[in-house]
């Protein structure tokens, strides 16, 4: 087995894995989308996110929020994540987001860390939002690879108690990885919730918010 330091590297100050090269380039192409999407949120107390990654927008989301739940499953990533976030008001997960607890696999992706996905059965456990049980939640985040329908289906008493806003990331390429127009049944969900679609960040990026 490799030692730590044969998969990890300091990079501009940030635990990375070394392989990952997209993963990190789109974050410094699009380094304050935590920032652009607090913006739109008027309460900053409780913010869920993920895919956590390695901590990059958790970070500023730390920053923001009074406290922030992250979710990210694959280890490595995980282990830069706790490495870069230190903060006491963040509460780590190492877990997929579904709408039922499972067993998933993960198909990892060395050069882009950031499109790691759920593919069948296998060790990684997914949770649900709704099992944190919150009665206060501003902001729900979820970059998570096509998955996103699943997650909010998860969460959808979090959804109705707290009405966040949502930021789901969106890709026509991804669209049926996890069945037929996932997309449009995020957005027809969130619409039965009383959600109004306000704009797209960064060409993937939607935000909806509560009417």
């Not at 309460?43 to 927008?57: D, E, H, S, T, W």
């Not at 780590?92 to 759920?118: F, M, P």
């Not at 890709?171 to 969900?189: A, V």
Request: hydrophobic share 35%; proline share 4%; with cysteine.
């Amino acid at each position: 087995m490799k030692d730590l330091t044969d998969l990890i590297e300091i990079r501009q100050g940030w635990y990375w894995p070394k392989t990952d090269i997209r993963c990190w380039e789109y974050m410094q192409r699009a380094p304050d989308l935590p920032q652009r999407i607090s913006n739109l949120v008027s309460q900053k107390r409780v913010a869920v996110q993920a895919g956590g990654n390695c901590g990059f927008y958790t970070k500023q989301y730390a920053i923001l929020f009074d406290t922030v739940y992250t979710f990210e499953p694959d280890w490595l990533n995980f282990h830069c994540l706790v490495n870069n976030i230190p903060y006491d008001n963040v509460i780590k997960y190492q877990a997929c987001l579904g709408d039922q607890r499972s067993l998933v696999n993960l198909k990892i992706d060395e050069q882009n860390r950031g499109k790691n996905h759920i593919a069948g059965a296998g060790i990684y456990p997914v949770a649900m939002i709704d099992d944190l049980g919150l009665d206060v939640c501003d902001l729900i985040h979820l970059d998570i690879e096509g998955f996103e329908y699943f997650a909010l289906r998860g969460a959808i008493k979090t959804i109705k108690t707290c009405k966040p806003i949502v930021v789901v990331e969106m890709w026509d390429q991804l669209d049926n990885r996890y069945g037929d127009n996932t997309n449009q049944k995020t957005i027809d969900f969130l619409t039965e919730l009383g959600y109004n679609y306000h704009e797209t960040l960064d060409g993937s990026d939607k935000v909806f918010i509560p009417v």
